[in-house]
């Protein structure tokens, strides 16, 4: 297809996601309760990367922006990593309760969130496109929201990076030239790979969240009896 179609089946495909959530930005969830329409927006909004993908050009801006969010998600989980294992290094000194204190969850996550629409970045090649970026993005992030899926990286004490200095060129970035000299981070190919997120996309999103929780546990039965980790 050229551009022109592209574009054409583009507006087709939001159009049917749209019939489906409603164009309300605020107010475009209740979709989300039924499983047969997030099964058809999932379908949809995956046909809709594929045409993305395509339709991305590598000019110098595009990859200027490319790389700043690829840096700064390395960045950020790799922050991430440090983050728990400081965590983990006070144990000790944290769990100074022997009464109260039976075992804890340590848990490090990096995720995109949509809070409003500045979590989107307005480019000037939107209209190149003819997408509604705002409201696809929003839409991604629902289908993932209170889900394992909506984090790109999950980290804890013994999780070892994925971050190994190989690039992860795989869909949609192998065979592209623009991309073989990049070493493509592994939040980048979770959200373009399992996630629905295009390369358009990507270069978009502008509502990085990354949190590390430590949660102290008190396990008891009715009888007193405690919890005892192995």
Not at 154 to 179: A, K, M
Not at 193 to 207: A, E, G, K, T
């Amino acid at each position: 297809m050229n551009s022109d179609s592209l574009k054409h089946r583009l507006t087709e495909i939001e159009s049917e996601i749209k019939a489906i959530t409603g164009v309300d930005i605020d107010h475009s969830d209740c979709w989300t309760s039924c499983p047969e329409q997030r099964a058809k927006v999932r379908s949809l909004l995956d046909s809709r990367r594929e045409i993305l993908n395509g339709m991305f050009l590598p000019s110098d801006e595009n990859m200027l922006r490319f790389k700043a969010v690829n840096e700064r998600l390395f960045t950020l989980t790799r922050q991430l990593h440090d983050r728990v294992k400081a965590l983990e290094s006070r144990l000790p000194l944290v769990m100074d309760c022997p009464d109260f204190d039976d075992d804890y969850e340590l848990e490090g996550t990096l995720r995109y969130c949509f809070n409003s629409e500045d979590s989107v970045l307005k480019l000037e090649a939107d209209c190149e496109y003819g997408s509604d970026f705002t409201l696809m993005i929003k839409l991604i992030a629902d289908l993932g929201y209170g889900t394992v899926k909506e984090n790109i990286e999950c980290i804890h004490c013994s999780s070892t990076s994925l971050d190994d200095g190989q690039s992860w060129n795989e869909y949609p970035f192998s065979g592209r030239r623009e991309f073989a000299d990049i070493i493509i981070c592994h939040a980048v190919h979770q959200l373009t790979n399992h996630q629905l997120y295009s390369i358009p996309d990507l270069i978009r999103l502008n509502d990085f969240w990354a949190e590390a929780k430590l949660t102290i546990q008190s396990i008891t039965e009715q009888d007193g009896t405690r919890f005892i980790p192995n």
